[in-house]
Antibody, heavy 118, light 110 residues
Framework: QVHLVQSGAEVKKPGASVKVSCRAS????????IHWVRQAPGQGLEWMGR????????SYAQKLQGRLTMAMDTSTSTHYMELSSLRSEDTAVYYC???????????WGQGTLVTVSS | QSALTQPASVSGSPGQSITISCTGT?????????VSWYQQHPGKAPKLLIY???ERPSGVSTRFSGSKSGSTASLTISGLQAEDEADYYC??????????FGGGTKLTAL
């Protein structure tokens, strides 16, 4: 079955960058789009962006343009999300999720807590 | 892109039905039939409940149903159970390869 396994928690200083990984299994890696969604403590879900593995094409939320980079390693079936110039407001749990084919998110990783603190 | 509007909280007694609304604009909810709903228990990842406004993924209880009228989508939970107590989020495709979530609704089973 589908599994998305994410990397462990991170603590970063303001201004630094963080890279979170999401290892995929149970499906054909190149066929399934991946989204990244984050959730600040006690807050709601926020869509961050999407990558199309077959082409590498990405789409990012406007507010994160310029700071967000999504990439992948097909040899290890792993997706990556890198966020730069971190600020305290970026403290959140970051999730990767598969696109169900109809603009929804059908399988989710377990989440990765990123804490930005001086 | 502004978040979709959901009530902060709803409550109901076991066995009752409750409805959670999700209001957007003609650029998202009103413009596409790509509304989905997610259930999230504390400390857990969200779970897909409804997609394409009213479709249920395999394995999701028939007690969950979705609908849409204009720019407002709704999630109805019938026969409320204690295990339904969770946070619920709507999400809509918003065009130009972008998506927007609602602010979330906390469901309390009285």
């Amino acid at each position: 079955q589908v599994h998305l396994v994410q990397s462990g928690a991170e603590v970063k200083k303001p201004g630094a960058s963080v890279k979170v990984s999401c290892r995929a299994s149970g499906f054909t890696f190149m066929d399934v789009y991946i989204h990244w969604v984050r959730q600040a403590p006690g807050q709601g879900l926020e869509w961050m962006g999407r990558i199309i593995p077959s082409s590498g094409a990405t789409s990012y939320a406007q507010k994160l343009q310029g700071r967000l980079t999504m990439a992948m390693d097909t040899s290890t079936s792993t997706h990556y999300m890198e966020l730069s110039s971190l600020r305290s407001e970026d403290t959140a749990v970051y999730y990767c999720a598969t696109d169900g084919g109809d603009h929804n998110f059908d399988y989710w990783g377990q989440g990765t807590l990123v804490t930005v603190s001086s | 892109q502004s978040a979709l509007t959901q009530p902060a909280s709803v409550s109901g007694s076991p066995g009752q039905s409750i409805t959670i609304s999700c209001t957007g604009t003609s650029s998202d909810v009103g413009g596409y039939d790509f509304v989905s709903w997610y259930q999230q228990h504390p400390g857990k990842a969200p779970k897909l409940l409804i997609y394409d406004v009213s479709e249920r993924p395999s394995g999701v209880s028939t007690r969950f149903s979705g609908s849409k009228s204009g720019s407002t989508a709704s999630l109805t939970i019938s026969g409320l159970q204690a295990e339904d107590e969770a946070d619920y989020y709507c999400c809509s495709y918003a065009g130009s390869d972008s998506w927007v979530f609602g602010g979330g609704t906390k469901l309390t089973a009285l």
